[in-house]
């Protein structure tokens, strides 16, 4: 789940073989690639360490001694019936790094994934939340030339492996989250729907009770993203969850002038859940993502502080002139203490002489997105540099079409981009805006939206 820029580490790790333009590759490069390589990196030298033996022996299981304070706290997490989803909604977040959870807000939490940190499962099973890591390594182009005999002993080896690695670990499931172009009929994605497809069955057995909960990582939209033509139905049909990644959707810009945009704009996300249910996709599976990051643009030489549009370098990605790696991804907090501290305009029509006084942020209702200009050196020069961000504004706006579609849950990418120390009421209203997705507490709750009744249509 993740931003689309984790291709370059995931065919390095995954060993899959595919011409990637290393310099388009590089522009891509960002934050989120290094956490992508340390996820794999925690279940891939577990197994490693666990299964280098000679004697081939892939089903020893080593119980790691319970790091919590609380033995109970090292059960794996049930529903009352059994079932890895919660019937009430999921807030499904994503923490990375070093994180252990300690300024969350758990309220609506229910599961988080890249919980690699023992403490944070601890934090994650106290407060009947799930704690899911990624997936280990696998490589797809060595199953597609695999007879199926071949094929499925070494998607069950994995498997086994797999399995182990959580269950001793005391997790409550497995993040899928492959990135890489493939066509919807070739031999990769069709291995990849394979592997799924024994993961979650053998999460499911006996062996594995109570279920182990299985999520696989999907585009925003299903339109061929970034030349992953996946078969999307029959993905979302073998795992429990299907977290639809609603950000970095400017990667490959193909329309209009070259200029930055909304991360996430609202029109995007709602075609793009729309295009999931009409594949049959069950509304109850999907996860709305959503960034709890902004981007930061360069803007052209000229630009102008008040200017409302921000002209961007040309950037290539995947054949594409135009793309999102002209700017870089910024944590929510740090937004918004530049927000607070840079010179920079509030509203664009302001000269930048009177501009001291901070006043509302600007926002593009179309975008669904707040914005700001602000001075930057770049390459020895003050740049103009545009700034995108969601807030609890237009998130609480996407939390309200994820309820009135009936969708399973939402969550952030990530849970560790607020700073409650330094910034307590924002980000309190940023947890608060998932309250827009649960029903109201008086339980009258009917949904009569537009939105509602065109899915009950589909």
Known sequence: MLPVVLVFYNLLLAGVVLAVEKDQAWERVKRFQRQSKEQRQFSDEWIAHQFNNKDGDHHYIYQSPCPCSDPQLCQPISSNDGFPIRTTGEVYGFAGGKEIGQNFNWTHISTVAWANEDELMCQAHKHNSRAVVATPSFNLTHLAELNDKERQSQIQEWIDKTLSMVKSRHRDGVVFDY???????????????????????????????????????????????????????????????????????????????????????????????????????????????????????????????????????????????????????????????????????????????????????????????????????????????????????????????????QLGGVGPFQLGDLNPSTQPKESQAMWAAFDSFFPDKDGDDEDTTPEAKLMAEQ
């Open 179 to 405: 990135e890489g172009p493939l066509g919807e009929q070739s031999g990769e994605i069709q291995a990849y729907v394979a592997l799924i497809n024994a993961t979650r069955q053998a999460f499911h057995s006996k062996s594995s009770s109570p279920p182990l909960q299985v999520t696989t990582c999907v585009p925003w939209s299903t339109n061929c993203i970034d030349g992953r033509c996946y078969p999307y139905r029959r993905l979302a049909d073998v795992s429990d969850l299907v977290y639809v990644m609603d950000y970095d959707t400017q990667s490959q810009i193909t329309q209009g002038p070259c200029i930055a945009n909304a991360n996430a704009p609202l029109a995007g996300m709602k075609q793009g859940i729309l295009e999931y249910i009409r594949l049959g996709v069950d509304p109850a599976k999907i996860i709305l993502g959503v960034p709890w990051y902004g981007y930061q643009y360069p803007c052209l030489e000229g630009t102008k502080l008040q200017d409302r549009f921000c002209p961007i370098p040309l950037k290539p990605f995947r054949g594409v002139d135009c793309s999102d790696a002209a700017g870089w991804e910024v944590p929510y907090s740090t937004l918004l203490s530049e927000w607070n501290t840079t010179l920079l305009v509030g509203d664009h029509h302001t000269p930048p002489e009177h501009s001291t006084t901070r006043t509302i942020m600007p926002r593009d209702d179309y975008m669904g997105a707040s914005y700001f200009n602000m001075m930057r050196e770049r390459n020895g020069k003050q740049v103009v540099h545009q700034n995108w961000l969601d807030d609890p504004t237009s998130l609480s706006q996407k939390f309200t079409y994820a309820k009135s579609m």
